[in-house]
Structures are given as structure tokens and as C-alpha cells.
């Protein structure tokens, strides 16, 4: 059930910015489209990392505490979790070392220090996008003990935020605040 949810999810979220950033690709070569994967790929993580940034400088501290049950993550331990993983993925699919050595759940605590985390996480993944073609994209990475295209790395990246920015949505819509997706 998970893994049709991922799938079903993660092509959807594909095919949003694919056109897009197909045309895009095409706008930059007379010769047709340019890393149309790589450009479809950016966009997503544009996307995603739009939203979530949007999120995070949208919320009051006090909702960064903000924690419908017990059993979840606050707000903030979301934005803290997604900006840790944004090393944890891009380092992968980039076959670099990751340079992050903190768990920004634990040591990032206030509104502020989650924004930079969260910039430096994005920043990281720009640069790794910076260096992205399609066929560095195709070449197999490590990726938790398995092997996999760097591009669904990437992929799996972008999944991974909406998936927590949807936890985010709800946990802004029960408090009657408008998702920046939805503005």
C-alpha cells in the first residue's frame, strides 16, 4: 500500500513541472531540449523547496511547537527533519560527502535556526543540481545500501518534502492558516 502511495505520488509530483521545465530546457538549445530529466528534476525540487521554505518563514514560532498529538512531530522538527535530509539526498545523488553533521531535530530549535537550516540544506541541493546533467543523472549511486539512478535520488528527494509539507499542510489548515500552495 506505501509503495503504490510513493509511486502514485511521485508521478503525479513528476509530472507537474515536467512541461515546464521541458520548455525551459528547450527555450536554452536551438537543438531541442537540453537535460530535459535534469530540468524536469530542478523544477520539482523548485516546487518543493518553494513550498516549504514558504512554509517555514509563513509560520510564528509559536506554531513551530505546534503538535496535533503526541504521537507526531511538531512543525518545527518537520522543518528541521526535511532540511537534514536535503544534505542526506543531494550528497547521495551528487556522490559527495555529505558536509552536514548535524541533526538539525536536535539542534535546531528556534524558528531562525530551522530558516537557515533550511537555507543551507537548499543551497546545498542547488549546487548539486548545478552539476547535474542527464547522464550523470542516469549513472547508479548509493542510496541506503541499494543502487539507483542518481535522478531518482533526486526524486525520491522531492517526494520525501512533499510528503512532510502535506503533514505540514494539515497541521496548517487544523489552525486555519492557508498552505502557500494554496495562496
Same mark, same amino acid.
Given at each position: ?11 503525479? +509530483?513528476? +509530472?507537474?513541472? !515536467?512541461?515546464?521545465? =521541458? %520548455?525551459?530546457?528547450? #527555450?536554452?538549445?536551438? #537543438? ?12 520539482? /525540487? $523548485? ?8 512554509? =517555514? %518563514?509563513?509560520? #510564528? ?19 528541521? /527533519?526535511? *532540511?537534514?535530509? %536535503?544534505?542526506? !539526498?543531494?550528497? =547521495? ?19 531562525? $535556526? ?19 546533467? #542527464? ?6 549511486? $548509493?542510496? !541506503?545500501?541499494? %543502487? ?6 533526486? *526524486? !525520491?528527494?522531492? =517526494? ?24
Amino acid at each position: 500500500m506505501k509503495t503504490r502511495m510513493l509511486v502514485g505520488a511521485l508521478t503525479i +509530483a513528476l +509530472a507537474t513541472p !515536467f512541461g515546464v521545465a =521541458a %520548455q525551459e530546457a528547450e #527555450d536554452m538549445s536551438n #537543438d531541442g531540449p537540453a537535460m530535459p530529466v535534469t530540468m524536469s528534476m530542478k523544477g520539482l /525540487h $523548485d516546487i518543493t523547496s518553494g513550498n516549504v521554505m514558504a512554509t =517555514a %518563514q509563513l509560520l #510564528d514560532e509559536e506554531m513551530y511547537s505546534y503538535q496535533p498529538t503526541e504521537e507526531v512531530r511538531t512543525s518545527g522538527s518537520i522543518l528541521a /527533519h526535511i *532540511a537534514g535530509a %536535503q544534505f542526506m !539526498f543531494c550528497s =547521495a545523488a551528487g556522490s559527495v560527502e555529505n558536509p552536514n553533521t548535524e541533526n538539525f531535530e536536535e539542534t535546531a530549535t528556534t524558528k531562525a $535556526d530551522i530558516i537557515a537550516a533550511l537555507e543551507a540544506g537548499f543551497a546545498f541541493c542547488e549546487d548539486v543540481y548545478s552539476s547535474m546533467t #542527464d547522464e550523470r543523472g542516469a549513472e547508479l549511486v $548509493d542510496f !541506503f545500501g541499494n %543502487q539507483m539512478a542518481a535522478s531518482a535520488v533526486l *526524486a !525520491f528527494n522531492a =517526494a520525501h518534502n512533499y510528503e512532510h509539507y502535506g503533514n505540514l499542510v494539515t497541521y496548517m489548515r487544523i489552525n486555519g492558516i492557508t498552505p502557500p500552495s494554496s495562496m
